[in-house]
T-cell receptor
Framework: AQTVTQSQPEMSVQEAETVTLSCTYDTSESDYYLFWYKQPPSRQMILVIR??????QNATENRFSVNFQKAAKSFSLKISDSQLGDAAMYFCAYGGATNKLIFGTGTLLAVQP | GAGVSQTPSNKVTEKGKYVELRCDPI?????LYWYRQSLGQGPEFLIYFQGTGAADDSGLPNDRFFAVRPEGSVSTLKIQRTERGDSAVYLCASSSSGTTNIQYFGAGTRLSVL
């Protein structure tokens, strides 16, 4: 069975600085997707970035980028130029052949002004 | 609609009662998912619909939980004889089809069983 592990329950970053959130996963599948979702207090999960496992190039979306290390089964999220609106819970998720998403336990990000 | 809509936003019920939670997916999305998020945890999969049929219900915790999607659009999650342990946020997501497509989430229903 696939698992997703987020080992940082909480992180803090100064406004305009860079922060990296860690995620590791375990799977025996060769074809899968990895996601980072943001969940603000409003509860709605918002997709931040998606990575296809067969692509070697790391995905980027504006200030958000990932470091995908397939052999190490690592998928970290880097947030550059952090903004107050980035404060939220961030979840790493795995999507494989079964269609369902498997989520980690989340990292609560605080952004200090 | 523009996004995934879930109603009610909050539901308070008494132990032993029956509840229904509704999900209205993005128009045209054939795949619909239910997840349960307990306090301090990530969402956990409950059930996945492709069209009108439940393609995977392996996440339903027991036979008190049931979900339907009779016309391939709106879905209802039904919980019988609620227990205090059922208290959680129930999230619904939809996608155009399967794993390769992004799941878009609603804001969830917070269920509190007293």
């Amino acid at each position: 069975a696939q698992t997703v592990t987020q080992s940082q329950p909480e992180m803090s970053v100064q406004e305009a600085e860079t922060v990296t959130l860690s995620c590791t996963y375990d799977t025996s599948e060769s074809d899968y997707y990895l996601f980072w979702y943001k969940q603000p207090p409003s509860r709605q999960m918002i997709l931040v970035i998606r990575q296809e496992a067969y692509k070697q190039q790391n995905a980027t979306e504006n200030r958000f980028s990932v470091n995908f290390q397939k052999a190490a089964k690592s998928f970290s999220l880097k947030i550059s130029d952090s903004q107050l609106g980035d404060a939220a819970m961030y979840f790493c998720a795995y999507g494989g052949a079964t269609n369902k998403l498997i989520f980690g336990t989340g990292t609560l990000l605080a952004v200090q002004p | 609609g523009a996004g995934v809509s879930q109603t009610p936003s909050n539901k308070v019920t008494e132990k032993g009662k029956y509840v229904e939670l509704r999900c209205d997916p993005i128009s045209g999305h054939t795949a619909l998912y239910w997840y349960r998020q307990s306090l301090g945890q990530g969402p956990e999969f409950l059930i996945y619909f492709q069209g009108t049929g439940a393609a995977d219900d392996s996440g339903l915790p027991n036979d008190r939980f049931f979900a339907v999607r009779p016309e391939g659009s709106v879905s209802t999650l039904k919980i019988q004889r609620t227990e205090r342990g059922d208290s959680a946020v129930y999230l619904c997501a939809s996608s155009s089809s399967g794993t390769t497509n992004i799941q878009y989430f609603g804001a969830g229903t917070r269920l509190s069983v007293l």
